[in-house]
T-cell receptor, first 111, second 115 residues
Framework: QKEVEQDPGPLSVPEGAIVSLNCTYS??????FMWYRQYSRKGPELLMY????GNKEDGRFTAQVDKSSKYISLFIRDSQPSDSATYLC???????????FGAGTRLFVKA | EPEVTQTPSHQVTQMGQEVILRCVPI?????FYWYRQILGQKVEFLVS????????KSEIFDDQFSVERPDGSNFTLKIRSTKLEDSAMYFC?????????????FGQGTRLTVV
């Protein structure tokens, strides 16, 4: 079983849709969970940084962590064409960024 | 918005040659990281650097790799004798920890091609 699993997609949605992106993991030592957005030929951009279970909201983005199920999600409300990118989940056992990344999900938001 | 600058954007080198990848992190950040992404594969952690020394490194970061911050601003990754499998995008990240206000900024990356 891979340590972090993420469906690579692609995921295609119409503009304005709610997008749900997910990752599962197997290592119960993970405590810190991150979501990144990566545009083509660019470096990753940190969107959300969360600790342990629960929800965190930032604008149109909501991150959820369910440690009991080893499942994390990122929701994007009112999706825009500019949200079209690859979304990477990442996690670590410490507060640092020695992270294990998911494969990334390619998202296309159609105008 | 703060910016991490990496140079060069693309480096082509012959197998066995040494390469130095450069990064200018954000001035008030204390933690610096290198990651790599082989084409079509996941981003992988290589090494973290704090207080002028390596704090953590991965299995990938063997004796062929080294990092330093020679002048208090630049942060470099050196690969002593490049191999074909070192071909990848290399990303530098500059981190400021602060609980829920933690910041992480990645550079645009250096594409290393070993021929």
């Amino acid at each position: 079983q891979k340590e972090v699993e993420q469906d690579p997609g692609p995921l295609s949605v119409p503009e304005g849709a709610i997008v749900s992106l997910n990752c599962t993991y197997s290592n119960s030592a993970f405590q810190y969970f991150m979501w990144y957005r990566q545009y083509s030929r660019k470096g990753p951009e940190l969107l959300m940084y969360t600790y342990s279970s629960g929800n965190k909201e930032d604008g149109r983005f909501t991150a959820q962590v369910d440690k009991s199920s080893k499942y994390i999600s990122l929701f994007i409300r009112d999706s825009q064409p500019s949200d079209s990118a690859t979304y990477l989940c990442a996690m670590s056992g410490t507060g640092g960024f020695k992270t294990i990344f998911g494969a990334g999900t390619r998202l296309f938001v159609k105008a | 918005e703060p910016e991490v600058t990496q140079t060069p954007s693309h480096q082509v080198t012959q197998m066995g040659q040494e390469v130095i990848l450069r990064c200018v992190p954000i001035s008030n950040h204390l933690y610096f990281y290198w990651y790599r992404q082989i084409l079509g594969q996941k981003v992988e952690f290589l090494v973290s650097f704090y207080n002028n020394e390596i704090s953590e490194k991965s299995e990938i970061f063997d004796d062929q790799f080294s990092v330093e911050r020679p002048d208090g601003s630049n942060f470099t990754l050196k690969i002593r004798s490049t191999k074909l499998e070192d071909s990848a995008m290399y990303f530098c990240a500059s981190i400021r920890t602060g609980g829920s206000n933690t910041e992480a900024f990645f550079g645009q990356g250096t594409r290393l091609t070993v021929v």
